[in-house]
């Protein structure tokens, strides 16, 4: 079972570093956010060892949200070896998400 | 194949997958791209859903939804799908993987999404300062000045819930007067740092590589533009319904729907095509309250029992 992995300014670059990385800035008050819950924790085990899966809370790291001028939640970047690739705003569809990480893999 | 497909995971689908399942369908699915609960989720306070005394967010109040309806059987897929068509009796439904399942009775609950203002640097801006979704993104506003578009329960509504994050909250309406409730403009009008700026406009969102700087009114009686200095629009200027899965290949809808896409259903909530009915938000005249796409969603798991029998 592959997991997401939890983001804070100590480890964003060491993870993100490398390779292909979603990373979905999050808040727990945000509906559209914890209606794609799942599908981040899905995807996590789907892309098990082939690319990053990463969720960042912003109302823990608001450095690392203003860092990225993240203004809207949820917020996802597309990343490969340490630059944001697309940003995607707003919730969208396993497929989406799963079509967008292939294309980079 | 499917008895019941049931496309939306919001009060109506939830509340249909509820009722379908209790009353003795067995193989019933809820298509929902992630967690049901629908759009009310957004949504910063319920106070008139009946029997509800406490104020809740929609967040709150659909929590425990999902988990009822899956005690009956309910069964959930995060699959989309794309497209609805129907070969004699038999529904198909196209999913976003490209694989087709077949279905004997489908309701279609897909609700609807924020119409935007259609304004110079809405786009541009989404997601760099212009949000529709409040409870989402007002903590991004703290101590800082906001603007809200709109003049409905959900403008003031919003607007209201802002106050207590931000520093200053303008309200823009163009008419004289709001829509909203009686009592939302009550509080509306006690909030001490929500400025209304009514017969008003909105020209034109501007911003920097950083987002949104300001928004552009007009006044509908001097013609006179101001720039309102804020870092945040949210707009709430109604919604458009998410029709898009009933789009056949020829580009017509599968069953009826009238000028605005909105699908035309019986009080049963039946659409033009036998076996296919439509709830809440996306079908004709909706209310768009939780209470009402709830009670449509169990006229519609009613009626697929009847239509099956």
Known sequence: MGKYIELSSENFEATVNEGVSLVDFWAPWCGPCRMIAPVIEELANDFDGKANICKVNTDEQQELASKFGVRSIPTILLMKDGKVVETMIGAASKQAFADKLNSLL | ?309
């Open chain 2, 1 to 309: 194949m499917l008895d019941f497909a049931i496309i939306g995971g919001g009060p109506a689908g939830l509340t249909a997958g509820l009722y379908a399942t209790r009353g003795g369908l067995n193989n019933v699915v809820m298509f929902e791209k992630g967690m049901p609960g629908g759009q009310i989720t957004q949504s910063s306070e319920i106070e008139n859903y009946p029997g509800q005394l406490d104020v809740v967010t929609g967040m709150e109040l659909m929590e425990k939804w999902p988990e009822q309806c899956k005690r009956f059987g309910l069964k959930h897929t995060m699959n989309e799908v794309e497209k609805i068509t129907k070969n004699g009796d038999i529904f198909n439904l196209i999913l976003g993987t490209g694989e087709t399942i077949e279905a004997k009775s489908v309701l279609i609950a897909t609700g609807s999404v924020p119409k935007p203002a259609n304004i110079n640097g809405e786009q541009k801006f989404f997601g760099k300062g212009v949000s529709t979704c409040a409870t989402c993104d007002g903590f991004f506003y703290r101590g800082k000045d906001v603007a809200v578009i709109g003049g409905g329960d959900t403008a003031v509504e919003e607007a209201i819930f802002l106050a207590n994050i931000c520093k200053t909250v303008y309200i823009v309406h163009r008419r004289d007067e709001f829509r909203a409730s009686p009592h939302e403009v009550e509080k509306l009008n006690k909030t001490k740092n929500i400025i209304q700026i009514l017969n008003h406009t909105s020209e034109e969102i501007v911003g920097d590589d950083s987002g949104v700087t300001g928004l552009v009114v007009k006044s509908k009686i001097t013609n006179e533009i101001k720039t309102l200095d804020v870092h945040g629009v949210f707009v709430f200027v109604g919604r458009n319904v998410l029709n898009q899965t009933l789009v056949q290949n020829d580009g017509s809808f599968l069953c009826d729907v009238n000028s605005s896409g909105e699908v035309i259903v019986d009080l049963n909530m039946k659409t033009s095509v036998p076996g296919l009915f439509a709830a809440g938000d996306i079908r004709i005249n909706a209310p768009k309250q939780v209470v009402c796409a709830a009670g449509d969603g169990a006229t519609a798991g009613i009626g697929a029992i009847a239509y099956l029998q």
